[in-house]
């Protein structure tokens, strides 16, 4: 077997040289008691184990609740009147009791609702979605007579009519299903080691229990947990005294409450009552993650001046932080946080992009601790404050604990990561034609309303408009963001906040300012989409500047005031990224060029605007990074804003390609991350599209983007390469961009990039299994390269590792890389797995192999497609509502020609879809498609042709490349 290995790995170097020429522990829960004893019609006890509601709200003075002491300690807003699901209504306590039953769960809700004079005589409204109720009995005020009344329930509302008053007791007893997919009330984990959590945000809180489920309800709630059988149950608040079930009551809108019950081993104590759960058998993984949830909770507390353990009294004495198995979600709630395993938990060794995902995705968790739980947004249209604060102070925090980086080569260099993921990812989603404002211009109720706008863009961009306006109006010294997170946490904790109150806390420390108004300033940021392009061209006068809208299809939008930094060949002044001027339409600006000097505005990309030059100075520009000395001289982030910019300015017809395609081609002296992160995410949009161009069509050359691949990765492959030196500690940051570049290359049919792929992926030693010391960061390119080349072979060998795969990241990284086979019945069969009812991958597993499948190539894309169309209840309810609509915006990016979009365009507009309460998403992604299939229409022929005829003589690179390759093999073997 050692032989045919062997033989099979030179006949596929063969085949190259021929053709590439061009918590602290809780009790043990066996036999829990009853929150109370049965509830007698005639005679019920409304109050909680420690106070009634009456007697708790009695305690409000004006929106402050104040203890027995006179301690004030919770802010609640008691303002906001006006409900969704029924004006004039409130609901001022919950007390819930909810029992397990199997997969299902009967509850008990007991609940004070107030209703307005003008309303009294109107029904109660409360929403259901998903429950049964069973019965319904209504008392007046605290009166101890309770009777049956009637109700009804209608596209997920409960409409009860207990007669005229003005406070009703409402008594509710109802049933439910758990769900599997990490929303609402769900059974979570294996066969072999369950656990249940409930997780209510932003609109589940209506799936177990009936309520108004609104942010602004403020209302006192207590739960109590009956039927469980775990270890360990942890929630918000802590358990009433003697009781092993009973939490005590907090103030706070549902969807702020979360629980999980499980039988997980505390795995470290990061810091004082801080304690790092996991599932049994973990060992070795959790060192990295704990000295980060260490460092972030002690600067979390400082940078909000807001001590966590005195957010609200009664809070659990604890910060439980859960490393979940199978479900990656957003935990808002008090005290239990849940993050996804493979953003926790890396052996000592492991991939640099792990590490930088979850130091990222470990930071916002704990943020959210007090942006979204301390502070909440008033109606979800204004959730972009909360979001802003939760992804600006995680980044924050990691810029602190990766501060050394520029000393230290093990560190991660924060301020590019923040460039390239959130203001470029920003930027790239922010120009299509229908992109959501930060601040929609209504109030937000419905569900699918809520889930796409809190699931979408404004979970980068409001973070990318805050960091501009730190820019804009403080120095190195003065966060004003920061200052409006101190104020707002401690002025207005346990409140809803909004645009106003933001700008009241920014205002609060405001004395002078560059934009004047900020309020004014603000507000075309927020209640437009899209975002300006400056314009640059050369004057005899100077420079002249001049602002209009940036979209990929035209469309009104407002001017804003642009922070302008810039800097010439004469200066090269690449630190000051504080603007210069501000500007509000048009400026000539006084800077005199001689015939070689070049100018550059946006200074390291941190102003949320593109620019353009006119041709003299984007000539320039292109001389200086066509010369390798001059282009270093550019910083990193300009050269990458440079070609994001470029690559979309030509997307959205701005700009011709041939300038483009110059800037890009200078790539060939490039080793960055960021340029090539600029590049991979840019080109990515056109590999596809070439790939379904060139489909079938004999006369059109199959390589024509690898010819693109071929002259800008010179530099890289020399400098750093696809075989990584194991013996020496090189660079997190160069680690990571081999990872990117060589997935690319491998994906794009770069051949020594395939070639060192072959010879990277078995075991020397026994040629039958995958090579175990394969450097992390480039698996993924390994994989996947040999699940193409290698067939059913690779592929076993990758199951049977996926079987001793000892971390959950390298194990996902296995599952997107099965993606890459070609054989459409293995892929067919793949995606049937993760629907059946005995499915081997979790929920977040199921999500990543589908849109491994969807990305990995234009036949894949069409599976996925039918996949999808056919099967599309199965995935809702295997994968979720939210996944299902994360993955209809995967497939419309990858529908790359006019067949695929009319495929899309059929499905998504017949009335058998089964889309459901998922239609606008869908709606909203096949205006993607169709906005994309126009750039098709209108520019690959043009894009083809310029590759085609702007071929330059590549023979002796290949060459020598694919020699370099050959040699490593034979050397490594």
């Not at 001022?92 to 008990?108: A, K, Q, V, W």
């Not at 034609?433 to 889930?451: K, V």
């Not at 700009?655 to 960055?672: K, P």
Request: aromatic share 10%.
């Amino acid at each position: 077997m050692v032989w045919s290995k062997f033989k099979w790995k030179c006949i596929f170097f063969t085949y190259i040289i021929l053709f590439n020429v061009f918590t602290k522990s809780l009790p043990l829960i066996n036999s829990p008691s009853s929150l109370k004893s049965n509830i007698d019609s005639e005679n019920i006890e409304t109050n909680f184990a420690t106070k009634s509601a009456e007697e708790s709200l009695e305690n409000y003075s004006g929106n402050k609740y104040v203890t027995d002491d006179g301690d004030v300690t919770v802010n609640a807003n008691r303002s906001d009147l006006f409900k969704n699901v029924r004006p004039g209504q409130t609901v001022r306590s919950y007390e819930l009791e909810i029992t397990i039953n199997g997969d299902s769960f009967n509850g008990r809700a007991l609940l004070e609702v107030n209703l307005t004079p003008d309303t009294r005589e109107d029904s109660i409204v409360l929403h259901v979605e998903d429950l049964n109720i069973n019965s319904v009995r209504a008392g007046i005020m605290g009166g101890s007579n309770m009777q049956d009344v009637d109700f009804g329930v209608d596209d997920g509302e409960l409409e009860i009519s207990p007669g005229t008053a003005s406070t009703h007791m409402v008594l509710i007893e109802y049933s439910g299903q758990l769900s599997n997919n990490g929303r609402g009330l769900y059974l979570g984990g294996s066969d072999q080691n369950t656990y249940l959590a409930m997780n209510l945000h932003p609109t589940y809180a209506r799936r177990v229990f009936p309520c108004m489920d609104e942010p602004t309800e403020a209302s006192i709630i207590s739960f109590s947990f009956e039927g469980l059988e775990y270890n360990h149950l942890t929630s918000n608040a802590m358990l009433e005294e003697n009781s092993q079930t009973h939490f005590r009551p907090l103030v706070g809108p549902p969807h702020l409450w979360g629980m999980i019950a499980h039988n997980f081993g505390t795995v470290n104590l990061p810091t004082s009552n801080v304690v790092l759960y996991a599932r049994p058998g973990i060992s070795n993984q959790e060192s990295q993650a704990s000295v980060a949830i260490n460092f972030f909770f002690n600067n979390l507390n400082e940078w909000t001046q807001k001590p966590y353990f005195e957010v609200i009294e009664n809070q659990d004495g604890r910060m439980n932080i859960m490393v979940l198995p199978d479900v990656s979600t957003d935990w808002n709630s008090l005290s239990t946080v849940g993050i996804w395993e493979p953003y926790v938990l890396m052996e000592p060794v492991h991939a640099v992009k792990q590490r930088a995902i979850a130091l990222t995705k470990i930071a916002e968790a704990m943020s959210r601790q007090w942006f979204g739980y301390v502070i909440y947004p008033q109606n979800w249209r204004y959730e972009w404050v909360v979001a802003g604060f939760t992804t600006y102070s995680a980044y924050e925090m990691m810029r602190m604990f990766q501060a050394d980086f520029a000393t230290d080569i093990n560190l991660l260099d924060v301020n590019t990561l923040f460039v390239t993921e959130v203001i470029q990812e920003s930027l790239l989603r922010d120009a299509y034609i229908n992109s959501n404002p930060l601040e929609p211009a209504d109030d937000l109720f419905d569900e699918d309303a809520i889930r796409d706008h809190v699931n979408g863009l404004v979970k980068i961009k409001s973070a990318a408009i805050m960091r501009m306006i730190r820019l804009v109006l403080g120095d190195d010294e003065t966060d004003f963001i920061q200052i409006a997170a101190r104020a707002l946490l401690n002025m207005r904790s346990l409140e809803t906040i909004n645009t106003l109150k933001f700008i009241d806390g920014i205002n609060s420390e405001l004395v002078d300012s560059t934009v004047g108004d900020f309020d004014e300033y603000l507000d075309p940021w927020i209640t437009s989409n899209g975002y300006p392009l400056l314009r640059v061209e050369t004057t005899f006068s100077g420079v002249l500047l001049h602002q209009t809208p940036f979209a990929f299809t035209n469309r009104e939008s407002p001017s804003r005031l642009l922070p302008i930094t810039y800097t010439t060949s004469i200066e090269k002044n690449f630190d000051n990224i504080h603007p210069q001027f501000m500007l509000d339409i048009n400026h000539n600006l006084n800077v005199f060029l001689d015939e070689e000097d070049w100018i550059l505005f946006n200074i390291q990309g941190q102003g949320y605007y593109r620019v353009t030059y006119d041709t003299v100075l984007w000539e320039r520009i292109i001389e200086a990074l066509e010369d390798p000395d001059r282009r270093e001289e550019i910083h990193p982030l300009n050269r990458a804003t440079l070609v994001d910019d470029a690559l979309n300015l030509a997307r959205a017809g701005q700009l011709g390609y041939d300038i483009a395609f110059s800037v890009v081609l200078s790539m060939e002296h490039e080793t960055e991350y960021a340029v090539w992160k600029a590049f991979v995410r840019n080109m990515n949009f056109l590999k596809k599209r070439l790939e379904a161009f060139v489909f079938d069509d004999d006369d059109l050359d199959p390589d024509i983007y690898l010819r693109m691949v071929r002259r800008t990765i010179p530099t890289f492959e020399r400098e750093i390469g696809f075989y990584p030196d194991t013996s020496i500690n090189e660079p997190s940051m160069t680690s990571l961009t081999r990872g990117l570049v060589m997935d690319h290359a491998c994906r794009a049919g770069y051949r020594p990039c395939i070639a060192a792929a072959v010879d990277w992926f078995y075991d020397p030693n026994n040629n039958e299994v995958v090579n175990p010391n394969i450097p992390h960061e480039i698996r993924p390119a390994v994989y996947c390269t040999m699940v193409r080349e290698g067939g059913e072979d690779a592929i076993e060998a990758l199951l049977n590792r996926l079987e001793i795969e000892p971390t959950h990241y390298e194990r996902v990284v296995i599952l997107e890389s099965l993606a890459c086979s070609d054989d459409p019945d293995f892929i067919n069969g793949y995606l049937m797995q993760t629907i059946v009812s005995n499915s081997p991958y979790s929920v977040e597993e199921r999500v990543k192999i589908f849109a491994a499948v969807a990305e990995s190539s234009y036949t894949n894309a069409d599976l996925a497609r039918d996949f999808m169309r056919l099967r599309v209840n199965e995935i809702r309810n295997m994968y979720g509502v939210e996944k299902l609509e994360q993955l209809i915006y995967v497939l419309a990016e990858n529908m790359a020609d006019g067949d695929l979009t009319r495929e899309f365009e059929i499905w998504v507009q017949s009335s058998f879809n089964n889309l459901e309460d998922s239609q606008m998403t869908a709606e909203r992604a096949l205006a993607y498609v169709q906005e994309n299939q126009n750039w098709g229409d209108k520019y690959t022929d043009d894009v083809y042709e310029w590759i085609d005829e702007n071929h330059a003589p590549t023979l002796v690179l290949s060459l020598v490349a694919l020699c370099v390759s050959v040699m490593a093999a034979i050397f490594n073997n």
